[in-house]
């Protein structure tokens, strides 16, 4: 009974990273820098369920270009900027060049959002975007975020009730 091995394991050393040299410290430390910077594009950032982007394509504004189109659904009460990309098969058939354009997307986004108004943004490819190389992509959807910052804001909710109950100061 007692010659069995125990199946727990001794302590395990504690993990080293193998920096020898100097390229590897440099990943290291880069990595450690660029998670503390401002520009992050957390995962609550992300359009994730059905029903918020369905929200965002029936009450939201469309922002159209040649490749993609940006449906924007500015709220008052949100307090940040989140990103949903859609790109489908008509696009493009492949999944490599499909993740492209959401990889493009999302890092244009990631850097236009400290400036961007609050709310929900869906970035709809269109099938010409398939043919657009990286600096193309960029250069479009900068425009698109740049004419949606220009739409109105929303008002907010205690504004629209004070205009509603006193229509001599509207």
Same mark, same amino acid.
């Given at each position: 009974?007692?010659?069995?091995? #125990? #199946?727990?394991?001794g302590?395990?050393p504690p !993990? /080293?990273?193998?920096?020898?040299?100097?390229?590897?410290?440099?990943?290291y430390?880069?990595? +450690?820098?660029? #998670?503390t910077? @401002?520009?992050?594009? *957390?995962?609550?950032?992300?359009l /994730?369920?059905s029903?918020?982007?369905?929200?965002?394509?029936?009450?939201?504004?469309?922002?159209?270009?040649?490749?993609f189109? !940006?449906?924007?659904?500015?709220?008052?009460e949100?307090?940040?900027?989140?990103?949903?990309?859609t790109? #489908? &098969?008509?696009v493009? &058939?492949?999944a490599?060049g499909r993740?492209r354009?959401? /990889?493009?997307?999302?890092?244009?986004?990631?850097?236009?959002? @400290?400036?961007?108004?609050?709310?929900?943004?869906?970035?709809l490819?269109?099938?010409? +975007?398939? &043919?657009l190389?990286?600096?193309?992509?960029r250069?479009e959807?900068?425009?698109?975020?740049?004419?949606a910052? /220009?739409? *109105?804001? *929303?008002?907010r909710?205690?504004?629209?009730?004070a205009?509603?109950?006193n *229509?001599?100061?509207?």
């Open positions: 009974q007692g010659s069995r091995p #125990s #199946s727990r394991q302590p395990r !993990l /080293r990273l193998n920096c020898r040299r100097f390229g590897d410290a440099l990943h430390a880069t990595r +450690a820098v660029m #998670s910077t @401002p520009l992050r594009f *957390p995962r609550c950032a992300h /994730r369920a029903a918020e982007f369905q929200a965002v394509f029936g009450e939201g504004k469309r922002v159209s270009g040649a490749a189109r !940006l449906h924007v659904l500015l709220k008052a949100a307090g940040q900027a989140r990103l949903g990309v790109v #489908s &098969k008509r493009d &058939k492949s490599v993740n354009l959401r /990889r493009r997307a999302k890092e244009v986004f990631r850097l236009q959002r @400290p400036t961007l108004p609050c709310g929900d943004y869906v970035v490819a269109k099938p010409d +975007a398939a &043919k190389d990286n600096a193309a992509v250069a959807l900068v425009n698109l975020f740049e004419r910052r /220009r739409l *109105p804001a *929303p008002m909710a205690e504004t629209n009730v205009s509603a109950l *229509p001599t100061n509207a």
